[in-house]
């Protein structure tokens, strides 16, 4: 079936330090990648999204590339803020069968000042 | 209008009660989702409508009842919940699996 598989949390960082949260998957067939982020108590927002192959998302100062052969969409930002302490969330969505999204487990981001 | 609105955002009920959550979407999409996020997890799916029809039931009790009762609206109508159904009820819209828009979700109490 279709999964995902992200790091585990939480990561805690100190404000402008750099940012990795490991994303990978598994899928039959061609799926749309997206980042998810969740504030406290609030829904999910869109981060960024990418829909083939080398593309590559991005959305204030994140990104994420689609690799295919890796099966990755890691998510980077090069200097972090206390404003992005957040719960991150790694999602596919296939066009065939079923079409909602998948998340992974979610990574909690706690960024110090 | 990107917006998908939930009412309530807070529930509390009882064992016994019969309530309903409420979303509503006016961007023209045609799929609508019911997700449940209980706390340090992610959204598990509940129920998808598309072109107003139920296409995917995730195995739900049936005290959870969805409803579309047009292409804005999207209802879930609890009955006889249980403690362990306190979670956060997400709802979705998406017009062609590009973008999904969520709700700021209704935090349920069961008690």
């Known amino acids: 079936g279709n999964s995902v598989t992200q790091m585990e949390g939480p990561v805690t960082l100190s404000e402008e330090a750099f940012l990795t949260i490991n994303c990978t998957y598994t899928?039959?067939?061609?799926?749309?990648l997206f980042w998810y982020v969740q504030y406290p108590g609030e829904g999910l927002q869109l981060l960024l999204k990418?829909?083939?192959?080398?593309d590559k998302g991005s959305n204030k100062g994140f990104e994420a590339t689609y690799r295919k052969e890796t099966t990755s969409f890691h998510l980077e930002k090069g200097s972090v803020q206390v404003s992005d302490s957040a719960v991150y969330f790694c999602?596919?969505?296939?066009?065939?069968?079923?079409?909602?999204?998948?998340f992974g487990s979610g990574t909690r981001l706690q960024v110090q000042p | 209008d990107t917006e998908v609105t939930q009412t309530p955002k807070h529930l509390v009920m009882g064992m016994t009660n019969k309530k309903s959550l409420k979303c509503e979407q006016h961007?023209?999409?045609?799929?609508m989702y019911w997700y449940k996020q209980k706390a340090k997890k992610p959204p598990e799916l509940m129920f998808v409508?598309?072109?107003?029809?139920?296409?995917i039931n995730e195995s739900v009790p049936s005290r959870f009842s969805p409803e579309c009762p047009n292409s804005s609206l999207l209802n879930l109508h609890l009955h006889a919940l249980q403690p362990e159904d306190s979670a956060l009820y997400l709802c979705?819209?998406?017009?062609?699996?590009?973008?999904?828009?969520f709700g700021s979700g209704t935090r349920l109490t069961v008690v």
């Open positions: 979705a819209s998406s017009q062609d699996l590009g973008q999904f828009y």
């Open positions: 899928a039959t067939g061609y799926p749309s």
């Open positions: 990418a829909t083939k192959a080398d």
């Open positions: 999602a596919l969505t296939l066009d065939t069968g079923r079409r909602a999204l998948t």
């Open positions: 961007m023209g999409h045609r799929a």
């Open positions: 409508y598309s072109y107003e029809k139920l296409s």
